[in-house]
């Protein structure tokens, strides 16, 4: 079993300033990972998963960077963040199962 | 490209009465299917999910599911529907490829009325 733990829950960020959100998890060893992007409230987008230390495959262009320096941990960033980054972002892990609670992001 | 459907924007069912989400899918291969919800500014909740097996899928709150491979759907019952249930939900297909990504629906809002 795994526990995804993602922070902050929400944050307020001005366009143009840097962005990053951290995922860890627990319970498991070498998981892939992945980032999603939901937003209004509806479908949700994989942008970035990573199948190990330092890999990264990204599906859609974007503003957005994804790094993943230890097993456990994936990190979401921006340099720049722009409006339209606004959303609600969820970490998951391997298998479907598993969640962190999300992170709800509006750029102002 | 592996799809999936939630044809219905908003359910709305009243208190014990027995609620169905729809759900269909277009994958190669053979569907790994999953049901989420999600309470307002929460992450998602695993609810089911098919692999392979019995069609009947019993879950978590409740819940069941469906796999019917001729109508490609897996619908999400619940015999008898609570005001708390009330929330959105999303069906899910596992990518068939090195991935391990999901695919989801657009979602569905469950609202159950007393």
């Known amino acids: 079993s795994q526990t995804i733990h993602q922070w902050p829950a929400t944050l307020v960020q001005p366009v143009g300033s840097p962005l990053s959100l951290e995922c860890t998890v627990e319970g498991t060893s070498n998981p892939n990972l992945y980032w999603y992007r939901q937003a209004a409230g509806r479908g949700l987008q994989l942008l970035f998963y990573s199948v190990g230390i330092g890999q990264i495959s990204s599906e859609v262009p974007q503003n957005l960077s994804a790094s993943r320096p230890q097993d456990r941990q994936f990190i979401l960033s921006s340099k720049k963040l722009l409006l339209s980054d606004s959303g609600f972002y969820l970490c998951?892990?391997?298998?479907?199962?598993?969640f962190g609670q999300g992170t709800r992001l509006t750029v102002v | 490209a592996q799809s999936v459907a939630q044809p219905e924007d908003q359910v709305n069912v009243a208190e014990g009465n027995p609620l169905t989400v729809k759900c269909t899918y277009s994958v190669s291969g053979n569907p790994y299917l999953f049901w989420y919800v999600q309470y307002p500014n929460r992450g998602l909740q695993f609810l089911l999910k098919?692999?392979?097996?019995?069609?009947l899928v019993k879950g978590s709150y409740g819940f069941e599911a469906e796999f019917n491979k001729s109508q490609t759907s897996f619908h999400l019952k619940k015999p008898s529907a609570l005001v708390s249930d009330s929330a959105l939900y999303f069906c899910a297909v596992r990518d068939n490829g090195d991935t391990g990504k999901l695919i989801f629906g657009q979602g569905t809002t469950l609202q159950v009325k007393p």
């Open positions: 998951a892990g391997q298998g479907g199962a598993f």
């Open positions: 098919y692999i392979t097996g019995d069609n």
